[in-house]
């Protein structure tokens, strides 16, 4: 694997290194020694399945509070996402700021994401596997998130026909009261 800084500190884009021959291929996607000389948490506890039959889809954007927050590392099994994640971490330099890039079957690349850091995603096709690995089991009281389209964080997803947005994210706060 090879372990790649996004433009916010401490979430990486890991890139498989997959070995090809006639069958087919073979790439490890989680190797806890890989990850720990990377500086990063590699053992995960949890492990979560999202199916979008629907391109256009968004979710997000959510993150769990202190004392459960978690690492995360996502990666798309069945079609493409556009992944974001947003630095929630006071005193940051990069403080609500957010970086975003294509996930999908076909580029194999995973986002490695810190505590401290919200997530969300849009499907760009149909039919869409998202694969999220934690570093912290679930815990419903420490569940959090804010809205999707809140402006203070002006994330620029992509253009939809149209959007499917679940009522729990629509139901969500602006990052002001989140916080």
């Not at 720990?36 to 959510?62: D, E, I, K, Y």
């Amino acid at each position: 694997m090879r372990f790649s800084q996004s433009s916010l500190p401490g979430a990486f884009i890991v890139s498989l290194e997959p070995h090809a021959d006639v069958r087919g291929l073979f790439a490890r996607t989680v190797c806890e020694e890989e990850f720990a000389r990377a500086g990063l948490n590699g053992r995960f506890v949890q492990q979560s399945l999202s199916w979008n039959p629907r391109a256009g889809t968004l979710r997000g954007m959510h993150f769990q509070k202190p004392p459960h927050a978690e690492d995360k590392l996502v990666r798309v099994t069945r079609g493409a996402v556009f992944d974001v994640i947003v630095d929630l971490r006071p005193g940051s330099e990069t403080e609500r700021k957010w970086f975003g890039l294509e996930l999908s079957a076909d580029n194999r690349l995973q986002l490695y994401i810190p505590k401290g850091f919200a997530h969300g995603f849009q499907t760009l096709a149909a039919d869409t596997e998202v694969l999220y690995q934690m570093t912290e089991p679930f815990h419903a009281g420490a569940a959090s998130g804010f809205r999707w389209d809140d402006a203070s964080v002006a994330v620029e997803w992509p253009q939809a026909q149209s959007r499917l947005i679940g009522e729990r994210d629509l139901a969500l706060p602006f990052l002001a009261e989140a916080s």
